[in-house]
C-alpha cells in the first residue's frame, strides 16, 4: 500500500489516501511516530494496527463520551463519526459495540422524546421530528404504545384547548381573520383539520 497524500484538516490531524483513496484520519503526532509520510510505503500490517486497534478504540471511546451528556438515536452517532472522517468497518464496530451495552436504544430514546414533548406537540409532529433523527417506524410505534400503557400522554383534544388557552384565543368573540390564522398556527403543529375545528367551535 502506497500513502499518495496526507491532507491536513485541522491543526492536529490530517486525512490519510491510500492508493489514491481516504482511509483514515490520524493525529498529526501518530503520523510521525509510525513514520507515515506521503508517496510511502504503509505494511499491511500496520494498516491493520490503525483500523482494529487505534481506530476502533478510538471511535468506541467518542460514542461513550457523546452518550455522557445526553441520549443519542443509532443514525445520529453514526452522523457525528462520519463528521470526525471514520471508516465505516470502524464505524459499524464502534455502534455495534456500543448498542451491545444497552446505551444505543432507539425505542427507549423516541418514549423519553414523547413523554417530554407530548404535552405541546401533536403526534404526528413528534413523529416527524424522530424520523428526522434517524427512529424507525417501528421504534416509535412501539415507543407510543409504552406511553400510552403508562398514561404519559395527553389527549390530543385537551392539548389543543391548552395550546388554544396559550394563544389567548378567544372563542366565540374571535373574528373569521383571528379562527383561520388560529386553525393554520394548529394545522402546522401537526393536528388533523377535524380536531381543529371541533376543538375551535367548543372553546368558550
Known amino acids: 500500500m502506497t500513502v499518495t497524500d ?28 509510525m513514520h507515515i509520510k506521503k508517496d510511502g510505503a504503509l505494511s499491511e500490517e500496520r494498516f491493520r494496527h490503525i483500523m482494529d486497534e487505534l ?20 443514525s445520529q452517532l453514526i452522523s ?13 464496530d464502534a455502534i455495534a459495540y456500543t448498542a451491545s451495552y444497552g446505551y444505543i436504544d432507539d425505542e427507549r430514546y423516541a418514549a423519553a422524546y414523547i413523554k417530554y414533548a407530548g404535552n405541546t406537540k401533536s403526534r404526528k409532529q413528534i413523529e416527524n421530528d424522530l424520523r428526522k433523527k434517524g427512529v ?5 410505534e412501539n415507543a407510543y404504545l409504552q406511553c400510552e400503557e403508562k398514561n ?6 385537551e392539548l389543543i384547548k391548552k ?5 389567548k384565543y378567544r372563542g366565540a368573540a374571535s373574528t373569521p381573520e383571528e379562527r383561520r390564522k388560529t386553525a393554520a398556527f394548529l394545522y402546522r403543529k401537526g393536528f388533523s383539520s377535524d380536531k ?8 368558550e
Do not use: H, W
Not at 491543526?11 to 510521525?32: H, M, P, W
Not at 481506530?55 to 443509532?74: E, V, W
Not at 463519526?81 to 468497518?89: A, F, I, K, S
Not at 381543529?196 to 372553546?203: G, L, N, V
Open 136 to 140: 424507525s417506524k417501528q421504534d416509535i
Open 196 to 203: 381543529i375545528y371541533k376543538a375551535i367551535d367548543q372553546f
Open 80 to 92: 457525528k463519526l462520519r463528521q470526525g472522517l471514520y471508516p465505516e468497518t470502524v464505524i459499524e
Open 6 to 33: 496526507i491532507v491536513e484538516i485541522s491543526k492536529t490531524r490530517s486525512q490519510v489516501f491510500i492508493d489514491n483513496e481516504a482511509a483514515f484520519v490520524l493525529y498529526k503526532g501518530e503520523l510521525g511516530k
Open 55 to 74: 481506530l476502533m478504540k478510538r471511535a468506541r471511546l467518542r460514542c461513550l463520551n457523546l452518550l455522557k451528556s445526553r441520549d443519542y438515536t443509532r
Open 163 to 167: 395550546l388554544l388557552e396559550k394563544k
Open 152 to 157: 404519559f400522554l395527553m389527549d390530543e383534544s
